[in-house]
């Protein structure tokens, strides 16, 4: 039953009661199980405004999820990582890897294997090695987040991704240190096809 329960948060990986449902569904002891719990709560407090004390619990919520990813980090990750290779860092939200840090070559090579193994929605290049295909991949499009910080994409590389089709669902598009100067910046504002930026 849980296997079923994690296909359908893979399937639907912006549904957090399909995510609640998956750790009710483990044994009441799992460390796996209270950490999904905590950083859905947490995720509950940050997209509500509320007072102090909600931040205060927030806070809590945090450094209780932190202990328990150190102590059971092999636990909470190994699902994805003994499917996929080339993963240089995962990021956790809402109780499951949502984020990857990889090249773009290895993130095509094991696109299938990641997105069968985890409700990703974000992407953190490594480097720019196979910048070029994965632009014009379909996988790009299952994505919200394409974190590009600190590589060398240059206008020329920004005039590319944008123009891309499969940029569609980005919702947030980090390219600090990316040099891409005005005529970057003017071809990203131009572009219709970045609907959810």
């Given at each position: 039953?849980?296997?079923?329960?994690?296909?359908?948060?893979?399937?639907?990986?912006?549904?957090?009661?399909?995510?609640?449902?998956?750790?009710?569904?483990?044994?009441?002891?799992?460390?796996?199980?209270?950490?999904?719990?905590?950083?859905?709560?947490?995720?509950?407090?940050?997209?509500?405004?509320?007072?102090?004390?909600?931040?205060?619990?927030?806070?809590?919520?945090?450094?209780?999820?932190?202990?328990?990813?150190?102590?059971?980090?092999?636990?909470?990750?190994?699902?994805?990582?003994?499917?996929?290779?080339?993963?240089?860092?995962?990021?956790?939200?809402?109780?499951?890897?949502?984020?990857?840090?990889?090249?773009?070559?290895?993130?095509?090579?094991?696109?299938?294997?990641?997105?069968?193994?985890?409700?990703?929605?974000?992407?953190?290049?490594?480097?720019?090695?196979g910048f070029d295909e994965l632009v014009q991949s379909p996988f790009l499009g299952r994505l919200r987040v394409l974190s590009i910080g600190e590589q060398s994409l240059g206008a020329d590389g920004m005039r590319v991704?944008?123009?891309?089709?499969?940029?569609?669902?980005?919702?947030?598009?980090?390219?600090?240190?990316?040099?891409?100067?005005?005529?970057?910046?003017?071809?990203?504002?131009?572009?219709?096809?970045?609907?959810?930026?």
């Amino acid at each position: 039953m849980t296997e079923d329960l994690r296909r359908f948060v893979i399937d639907h990986p912006e549904d957090d009661t399909a995510r609640l449902r998956f750790a009710q569904a483990l044994p009441s002891d799992s460390p796996c199980r209270r950490f999904i719990i905590l950083q859905l709560q947490m995720a509950w407090v940050l997209s509500h405004e509320g007072n102090a004390d909600d931040w205060d619990r927030f806070y809590s919520l945090r450094r209780h999820a932190q202990v328990l990813l150190a102590e059971n980090s092999e636990e909470l990750s190994g699902y994805l990582r003994n499917r996929v290779r080339g993963v240089e860092h995962v990021v956790f939200a809402r109780g499951f890897v949502e984020r990857v840090t990889m090249t773009p070559r290895q993130f095509l090579a094991m696109a299938d294997s990641l997105f069968s193994s985890a409700p990703i929605l974000a992407l953190r290049l490594s480097s720019l090695d196979g910048f070029d295909e994965l632009v014009q991949s379909p996988f790009l499009g299952r994505l919200r987040v394409l974190s590009i910080g600190e590589q060398s994409l240059g206008a020329d590389g920004m005039r590319v991704l944008v123009g891309s089709p499969h940029v569609h669902a980005l919702r947030w598009l980090d390219v600090f240190g990316c040099d891409i100067g005005r005529d970057g910046v003017e071809a990203l504002c131009a572009s219709s096809n970045l609907p959810e930026l």
